[in-house]
Every structure is written in C-alpha cells, then in structure tokens.
C-alpha cells in the first residue's frame, strides 16, 4: 500500500518567533529559512508582513533564496494587508497567501463585535482578494478549534468555492482534547461539498501539552499538512514541534502516512534555531532534548548496554544525534561503570570492578554526574594496578 504525504508546513519564522524577547533579524532569518528548505518543509511561513518593514523585508529576502519549499505570507481578512503580502512574496517561486479570520462566536462577538454572515462574507472576499494576486492561498478560520462544526463547515464550502487550496483548521487556545480535533477534521471531510479539491491542514498549539495528539489526530482522520515549528516554540506554551510529528509519523508505519524531511537534520536544526534565538531547548525535549537519548539509572543502562532497543524506540542516529549516552550518577550499576571504563582505556576484571564501583559510589554521592576526567581518580583511588588500553 502506498503511503500518503502530509506535508510539512513549518512556521517558526512566524508564529514561532512570536515568543516574547526571542525576536530574530532578517540574516538569522535567512539563515534559518535555507535550513529549513534543506531539511525537506514544503512550505515555510516567512512572516506577516504587514506588521513591520522588517518582516516585510524578512519575507521578501526569504522568498528570494528559497528553492524549493513553498514561501508564505501571513494576512489577516484586510485588502492591505493581502496586498502587501503579494509584494513581499513576488520573487517567491511558489508563493503563498495565508489569509482568514475568527470564526468562533467567542471571536465574532468579542474580537469583531459582528454577526457569522459577515465573517463568512469577510472571508469570501479575502480568499477572493487573495487569488487575484496568487494562485495558491490558504485561508485560516482563526479559533476552528472552539467553533461550531456547522458553521465550520459552511466557512470551508465557500472558501474552496472562492478559490482556497488548503484550509486550516486551528485550535488557536491548545484547548481541543485529540477525539475531539480528530472528529472536527472528519466532519469537514464528511460535510464539506467540494473538500476534496483543497488540502486540510492542522494548526495546533500546545496549552495544555496536546498538540502533537491533536495533529496526530487530525491526519489519522484525514488532514494532509501539519503547521508547526523547530522545538515547538511559540507564543505561551508554543505550537506543535516539527521534530515531534515527524518522528511520530516514521516510528508508526502503519499509519501509511508519511513526510519529505530529512530527519537526520533534525537536531542540528533544533539547535540553530535555539542559538539563534537565545532559547535553551529543555533537557527532557522529546527527540532533540539533551537527555532524549541519555540513560542514567542502572536498570535502564544495563538493558541498553545488552541491546539498545531495550530502552529506545528510535535510532538517535536518525534525528541526527550521533550516539546515545550512558550518564554515570550514584543511580548507575557496575555494567554502566565498566562500559564507561573501558571506553576510556579501562578492561576491569569482576574483582576490580567491585573494587572500583565502591569508590564510585562515594564519589558519586557528593557530584551530580560523573565524568571521563573523575574515572581516571576513582581508579587510581581504587589502587588495583589495572592494564591500560593503547
Ligand atoms: O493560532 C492561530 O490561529 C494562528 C492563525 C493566525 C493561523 O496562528
Ligand atoms: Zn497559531
């Protein structure tokens, strides 16, 4: 059976950058945008560009270095701000138009203090506005996560009629719970005349640590792209991690859902987006944290000795990390010990080890993590005259 793409729509340039203090300038953005091209996005969101001749110019210098990923412009449902994304994008090969609007009654009655006719309307006229200036446009129902699924779906029929390719779906608050986004996505499947000629798309944020289930969720009932970004940042607790779906769609073939990045660039990608933003990647970070593919407690060292697989369910190799780590602590056993001893030149009998695995211990107590330099001290403390490695 052949697998179905989900594409991978990455917009740490935009919604990720909106971290607060973590803003980046065009050159870093450049440089960021090039690796994400490499590492295999389809489509990059580069910026909103109305919101500062900055980002207009980050948008612009972008869509101009791009080869093959799809560059895209952030709008909202304003004739200005559409036009000034089509200038941004002129030089983009595939440029694309990201426009839309609220859709929950939370956003029609407070944020716009009008009635669902007139956003539908709004809408229409913006996807229209949109397509006149490019022929790929997205249109964003902003909120879809707390929308009503039926006026949901009649905002999605008159958009594809007015000429959307791909329809995203957000769960802007992170509050869906994975049933509940997955069975959205297939209401739109199920009720939306004409859905099969534009692509849905899952935008999720993680509020409360969902987001990665919920996009999960939306392909598994038939959305064909993710918007997310490198470590998962974005404003308050962030947006789906790129790295995360990925490896979620890889590590479960059976899905028959697959995407074009180069995972083994995942986590020299993670760090450049961290240093150049300033932003330390948390240590227990799924796929790309320091610890992601470290082992410290005796029991899971000695199963990962005897065979990796013991204790991992993906090759670090695959996301671009060269090895896993065995972390000497007072929690480690004498296989840890020995492992880590002959790597640096020691082949310890079982009486030596004995010997030396005392020593650690009151060593290991009074330092958090033990390193190569402290092996040497512990053995020769241990006094048992071992024969070093060439
Ligand atoms: O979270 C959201 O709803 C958004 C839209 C502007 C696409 O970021
Ligand atoms: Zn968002």
Avoid: W
């Avoid at 707390?146 to 791909?166: H, M, P, Q, S």
């Avoid at 990608?269 to 948390?282: I, N």
């Avoid at 090895?323 to 020995?338: C, D, K, N």
């Amino acid at each position: 059976m052949s697998k179905n793409n989900v594409y991978i729509f990455d917009t740490t340039l935009r919604d990720g950058e909106q971290v607060p203090g973590c803003k980046l300038n065009t050159e870093q953005k450049v440089i960021i945008a090039n690796r994400l091209d490499e590492l295999g996005v389809d489509v990059i969101e580069a910026g909103f560009p109305i919101s500062s001749p900055g980002d207009f110019s980050s948008v612009n210098e972008i869509a101009k270095i791009v080869k093959n990923a799809t560059v895209c412009g952030l709008t909202r449902s304003v004739k200005k701000d559409i036009e000034v994304a089509a200038e941004a994008l002129k030089y983009a090969k595939k440029p694309r138009i990201h426009t839309g609007i609220g859709t929950s009654d939370s956003h029609i009655i407070h944020k716009f203090n009008t009635t669902r006719q007139q956003i539908l309307e709004r809408a229409i006229a913006a996807v229209k506005y949109a397509k006149s200036f490019v022929e790929d446009v997205e249109f964003y129902a902003e909120d879809a996560g707390r929308t009503d699924n039926e006026f949901l779906a009649r905002v999605c029929e008159e958009v594809i009629k007015a000429g959307a390719t791909v329809l995203n779906i957000p769960d802007t608050t992170g509050y869906c719970l994975p049933e509940e986004y997955g069975a959205k996505i297939k209401y739109l499947k199920e009720n939306v005349k004409g859905i099969e000629k534009a692509v849905l798309s899952c935008h999720c944020h993680n509020d409360l640590g969902m987001a990665t289930a919920n996009s999960i969720a939306g392909v598994i009932n038939g959305a064909r792209q993710i918007e997310c970004t490198i470590n998962g940042i974005g404003e308050r607790a962030g947006n789906t991690s790129l790295e995360e779906v990925v490896m979620v769609l890889k590590q479960h073939p059976y899905l028959n859902l697959e995407t074009h990045i180069n995972t083994q660039l995942l986590y020299s990608t993670s760090q450049l987006v961290s240093e150049s933003m300033g932003m330390p990647v948390q240590p227990n970070k799924a796929i790309v944290g320091a610890n992601a593919f470290a082992h410290s407690s005796g029991i899971h060292q000695d199963g990962v000795i005897k065979n990796r697989e013991t204790y991992e369910i993906m090759n670090p190799k695959d996301v671009g990390v060269d090895h896993s780590s065995i972390v000497l602590t007072a929690r480690s056993g004498r296989a840890a010990l020995a492992y880590r001893a002959k790597k640096v030149g020691y082949e310890l009998t079982k009486i030596q080890l004995d010997k030396v695995y005392n020593a650690f211990l009151n060593f290991a107590d009074r330092k958090k993590e033990i390193l190569d330099d402290d092996i040497h001290n512990i053995v020769k403390m241990s006094n048992i005259g071992t024969s070093i490695f060439a």
